[in-house]
């Protein structure tokens, strides 16, 4: 590739800037445009929220391609034209509600649990043909996700191509990625809508345009447009107010017809939670809607009812501020209200009726459940899990938020926050019978007893779900003996809606965390959008004219390819391990990402002041010390104080990733085609972000055997320049 001066390299579609800001903005841009699309992807399209990986799959594939075919002409047209396209889909009310119910037309397949699921029983030809329907849907909207990004790895790999110094190009590519990660982070942090996002990743498309020598009105118009249509993208009908917090998009709204609470609060476009006013004022001025048989016994109440005299409560999962509404109406003194999202928080504190937060008896403490349980030293009368069903996966796992926060290792963590004669009671709307056995299970493992259960209708005093109550047996079998009312209505809703437990079905813990999957195997729908992927795979082929793809499909290759699968696999490790220590919060995800980019940094470094590091030694530590984590259980070390265990976390897992940085920076330095190296790499993220799956059948902590195996497979088809080189 050769360039008219020594500024420029200029082609006949595009004057790209040699400079390093050029390969800083594009690496900014696409991480940018990456974390983008599996954040609203998974936002508007519920099932993705779930599913992330589908979204950062289609997105390595198309830069993957475009690395690969850096040579190819460019026409950035060829971007926008389909970000506008998916744009303008969902601007449109009826065709957003239409892609929006992917979610509920995929879940006619068995083995995942999505919340408010479309399956019609015993109709087989309804549910398969939602299920193409959905397919179908799934595959437009993946197709045009990839086609978005492939003129965009073009112009990287031509970038990068051009430049002199492979380490420093791939110093200021790890430096654009992380920043690109940190903007988009701190749009989050200010609840900044997708309107922003995409005005942001606008600007930085213009900059690019303007290397274009062709149809520069035509690209800048659709700039245009993709943006206002993200304006309209974001309206949401009747909506009192929408954030789009770190988590997910809440949507308040006032509650309509028959609906429970004042107010209806939406997460990703579903039903989450009502806030509602059971103050005694307010109930009694409506015994119409409130029957008086159940006034003081709501699932608020309840917790409290079954302690003689609780003066301390926790309630996990607070959300807008229902259960410390009802400690509050039972004068409790002392109130820790957990919440992970604090936009959930702040509605509470703007909408809630009884103004549960701005009550001086209530500490508000915006954290992870797990994180909380390692770092309090207080004990409790009562603690209450509420309604802890999540609708979003954490970053690039399979777990869920909740996931953690129902494992036999953190039931046992808050068993030890009960003081002497405590009551623990947790809630749940379990969709599936195993579901509801599951924790029968957990808590009567800990606890040593079975718990007392029983369903809660859905009525006019919140949205039910099935309550276990643990604990001081004597003192919850006492409390409903001396309040006759309570005893009763337990015994009402045992006889009403009985309970059959099998005790078969297999508990969770840190390392299989699978909350929503009955046994473990890999769900049905996982091997179809493999599968969906393959076809997309196929099309693009013919799409991009990338006929020449397997010519690069040799040695170098496959070392690449295993370097990046096992990368991918090792930073789904690090990720689970510390959500489970330090917590599952965006912030700490957001600096486990930035960490292990910044691993890669230190290994440029050390690469640039050993040019000639023996790469045999670095692969043994490498193959050593991801095996070696597979033993290390880091939860025993949650006792530390945050700060410490935050530095011995972080060490412990980074080791593995500064080797494997030191291994890449030295291969990639003596990489012939830049591009096609880094194409090599993406695509076996890609495999590594599929292989990920596999956690479901062998549990999280064999990823790290994998690894190993994966990163043996690099050191075996190591280029043979490399490894005569001393």
Known sequence: MTGS???KIDRDDLVLPKQAWAIFLVSFLTLFLEMLFIRWIGTEIRLFAYLQNTILVVCFLGLGLGMFTSSRKIDI???????TIILLLMAIPLTR???????????????????????????????????ILGLSTTFAILILI????????????????ASSNSIQTYTINILGSILGTWCFVLLGYFYQPPFVWFLVAGILLMLIVFWSKHDRQINLGLILLAVVFSWFAGQVSGALDVIWSPYQKLTLRESRGLEIGEYIVTVNNVGYQGILNLSEAFVSSYPQDFPPEANGLSQYDLPLLFHPNPESFLVIGAGAGNDVAGALRHGVQSIVAVEIDPAIIEMGRLYHPENPYSQPTVRVVNNDARSFFSTTTEKYDVISFGLLDSHTTTTLTNARLDHYVYTKESIVNAKLLLADGGVMALTFGAEKPFIEDRMMRVLEDVFGQKPLVFRIPTNSYGWGGVMFVVGDLENIQTQMKINHRLGAYVHKLQEDTPLVFTNTTLIT?????????????IPLLYYLLIALVGIIFARSYRKWAIGDFFVHVNRSFWHFFFLGSAFLLLEVQNISKASVVLGNTWEVNAVIISSILAMALLANWIVTKFPTISIMPVYFLLIVTSFSLYFVDLSRFGYLPYFSKAILIGAVTSAPM???GIVFTRSFAAAQNRSNALGANLVGALFGALLQSI????GIRALLLIVASLYLFSLLTIPNKLKNNK
């Open 658 to 660: 500064l080797f494997s």
């Open 5 to 7: 001066s020594d500024l």
């Open 97 to 131: 509600l239409a892609i929006g119910s992917v979610s509920e037309l995929l879940s006619t397949t068995s083995g995942l649990v999505i919340w408010y699921n479309g399956t019609s029983a015993g109709d087989v030809g309804l549910n398969l043909f939602r299920l």
């Open 509 to 521: 813990t840190d390392d299989w965390p699978y909350l929503y999957l009955e046994a473990p195997n």
């Open 146 to 161: 990839v086609d978005i990004f492939v003129p965009l790895g073009r112009v990287l790999g031509r970038l990068m191509n």
């Open 695 to 698: 956690t479901f059948i062998t």
């Open 77 to 83: 047209k060829q971007s926008l034209i389909p970000l």
